[in-house]
DNA sequence: GTGAAAGCGCTAACAT
DNA sequence: ATGTTAGCGCTTTCAC
C-alpha cells in the first residue's frame, strides 16, 4: 500500500473502483464499458452509469500493455510550417481522432545529428501502432529501421523507398505545367525547383518535377536553358530570391517559368511586380499546389489535395489494423490545372 | 503462454529477455538503460551492449503503467493548418524531441458536436503528462474539465480562464499598430478584426485587438467609425472581403486599416491592388504576426514570436514535471514594430 | 452472463 | 552493486 501510494495513484479512478461500486467484476466492467458482448444490457447500463459519475476513463498505458496496441499512429514529417505538411497533418488528424485515435507528432527538421537517436529511441518504443512518413528526405538506414518496426506503414506526398505511397505523379504534375504554358505559345521556358544536392536522402519530389519540365520541354523540341534552372527551396523567399538570379543575369530572360511549388511561385510573381516586371504580360509564372494564398493572388497552378491524401493514408493505416490486410498500397492521387491570372500568351 | 503467443508478443524485445541474455535481473537492467547509479560500469557496458545487439527499446506502456508517466505532453490546437498554430506546434516539437518526450497532437477543429466527446475519452486518457493549449476557444465546460486532470497546463498565444499563458499582451500590440497609423497622420482609420458573435468560447485574441485599436483611437481623441470596422476570420481570403466591404460601401474610405492578422492584412493588400488601390499610397495596411511572407510582401507589421513562446510554454511544463513545482506561469511575450513598406504618411 | 486469475513489461522498494 | 518481489490497471482465457 506504501508503495501504492508513493507513486501518485491518488487521482485515477481505476476499473477496480468501477467494479466495486457497481458490484460486479472487473472482467465484466472492461466489456461493458468497451461494448463487447457477454453483458446483459442491466448490468451494462449500471456498470456505464457508475463509470460515468465516477469520471472512469481506461488508462491507456494499462490496457496498451494488456493487449499491445496503443491506438496511436504516428506521423513523421520533416516540417510542419509548410504547406503540404500541415495539410496533410491536418488531414490525418481528421480521420484519426473521429475514429478516437491519436496522433503522435514526429518532427525530423533537419539533418540533424540527433536525429538518429530520435528515431530509435523515441519512436521505435511501441508507441505507435502505425505510421504515416511524410514525404520525408530518409535515409537508407532510417528507411531499414523503420521497416524493423513491422507496423503499418505509408507515405504521403512522396515515394519513400519499398513502401506503399500516396500522391500526385509528380512528373505528370510539372509536366502539365509546362505543357500549359507551351500551349500558350511561350518557348523560353525557365524553371524553379527545388532539387538539392545532398545525395543519398530519399527525397523525390523535386527531382521528380524538374524531371517532369525537362521531359516535356524535350517531348516539345524545346531546347534546354540550364541557365533558367534555378533552385529554391520551396518558400516563398527562395522564389524571389530566383527570380533575382534569373534577372541579373545578363542575356535574354525566360518569358515564363514554372515553379516547383505555389509559394515559390508567389515569391517569383512579387518579385517581378516590385522591379516592374509585369505577370503576365511580360512573364507566366505558374506554380504546383493550390496552397490557399494562390486564388487570392490568382496564381495560375496544378492543385492537388493533401489533405485528401493524408486522410486516404490514414484510413489505409487504420483499415489494416482492423484486420483488413492489404489495405495499404500505392494510389496517384489526383491533380488539375488551375488556369488564374499569372499566365497568358506569349506576346 | 498460449495466451502471450496469441497476443502477439512475438516481435518485441524484452528486458526480460536482455536480463538474460546479460545474466543479469530485470532489475539491473532497468537501472542500466536508464542511466541510473548503482550499477558497475562493467555491467551496464555489458547491458548496454546485450540491449542494443537485440534492439531492445522498453515499452513505453509497461514504464508508463509502472511509473505513471507518460513522457509525452498533449497539445491542443483549434487548427494546425494557420500561422500562429504551425508555428507555435513547431516550437513545441523543436523543444519536446531535444528532451526525449513525445508530442499528441489533439485538434479541436470546429464546434462540432463530437467535440465533447473527443476531449473527455481521448485525452483524459492519461495518455499525457501535461498539456498546452494554444489560444483556444474553449467553453466554460471544457475548461473546468481540463483543470480536473490535475496535470500541468499552459496556454500559449491567447488567454485562458484561470490558466497561466504565455502570449503578447494583445491590446497593446493592437494600440502599437494603430498609433503607427496616427502617427503617420491618419485619421481615418478602420479595422479588419476577428471578432465573432457566439459568445460562452474563450477566445479572447480577437476582442483584446479590437479593444486595443479602439483604446488608442480614444486615447488619441479621434472619432469612431463603426461602419470601419469589419469582421474577417484572419484568412488571406477574409482580408480580401474586407477590403471589398469596405470599397463597396457608399462614402468615404478609410486612408489606412490596421488587421488583426498579417493574412488578413496581405489580403487587403492584395485585393486593394487588384482594383487599383495603391498600397500604400492610397490606402495603408499594417497587420499583426509577421508571417513569413510579410517580409517579402513588404507588410508593415507587429511582430511576435509563436515559436520562441511556444518553446517557453513547453519549456515551463518539462520544469514542472521536473519537480520545479511553480515553474509555470503567465509571461507577456515580446512584439515589436517592424515597418516596410504598406505603410506611410497622410497624403 | 459473470467471475477468478494469470499475465502484459516494466519500476521501485527492500533485502542482500 | 545486484536480485527479489510486489505491484501498475487492464484484458482475456477458462470455469462456472
Redesign the pocket.
Known sequence: ????A??G?HH????????KKA????????????G?????E???QRILDVASELG????S???G????KTRTIGVLTPYVDRWFFYKALEGVERELHRQGYNLSLFSLDSRTLERQRTFTKTMVAKHIDALLVLCLALSMEEIEELRRLDIPLVAVGGPVEDCPSIGIDDVAAAALATRHLLELGHRDIGIVHGEDDDTDLNFQVPILRLDGFRGELERHGSGFHPEWEVRGNFTLASGADAFDELWNRPGPKPTAVVCASDEMAMGVVLQARRRGVRVPEELSVIGIDDHEFSQVMGLTTVAQDPVAQAQLGTQMLLDELAGKAGSVHDVRAEFELRVRNTTSAVS
Do not use: C, F, Q
Not at 36 to 40: E, F, I, Q
Not at 56 to 59: F, H, I, K, L, P
Open positions: 500500500m506504501a508503495v501504492r508513493a507513486r495513484g485515477g479512478v481505476s476499473i477496480e473502483d468501477v467494479a458490484g460486479v467484476s472487473t472482467a465484466t466492467v472492461s466489456r461493458a464499458v468497451r463487447l458482448p457477454r453483458v446483459s442491466k448490468t451494462r472512469y476513463v481506461a488508462s498505458a494499462a490496457s500493455l494488456a493487449t499491445g
